[in-house]
């Protein structure tokens, strides 16, 4: 009974740890505010896709627009509450990564090319919705 209980509790608290946030789907626009992205809960309900839907603010370029209405996220899987790991694709660059919702408002993105190479970016939930 005793271990039962233990096992329980440690459950319970891990839980109340890492409480799951609303719902990621929506509008997120970057840090920069030059693109803006549509998060959609994607495959069996759990994972993370998001495709590239504005450019502006300089970033809708001739380098850029190509990119337009492509998948930045495609099918991340949730690795725990409120984080999902998968492929990003940035401007045709592959690199694997984590995604971290650090609240309701909040998306942290982290991108890494072979390990070495990492840049982690803010998103923020488009309030313009």
């Not at 440690?10 to 030059?34: C, Q, V």
């Not at 998060?39 to 993370?48: A, E, I, K, P, Y």
Request: proline letters at 4%.
């Amino acid at each position: 009974m005793f271990r039962f209980t233990r096992h329980f509790a440690f459950a319970l608290a891990a839980l109340i740890a890492a409480p799951a946030l609303a719902s990621p789907a929506g509008i997120w626009e970057i840090e920069m505010r030059d693109s803006r992205y549509e998060v959609t809960l994607c495959g069996d309900g759990s994972q993370l896709c998001a495709k590239l839907i504005w450019l502006g603010n300089g970033a809708d370029n001739a380098e850029n627009l190509p990119y337009l209405n492509t998948m930045l996220i495609d099918h991340a899987r949730q690795t725990k509450p409120n984080q999902w790991k998968g492929d990003l694709s940035i401007y045709g660059q592959k690199a694997g990564g984590t995604i971290t919702m650090v609240g309701p408002d909040q998306i942290t993105l982290k991108g890494c090319v072979a390990f070495i190479v990492c840049r982690t970016y803010q998103m923020y939930r488009y309030a313009g919705q």
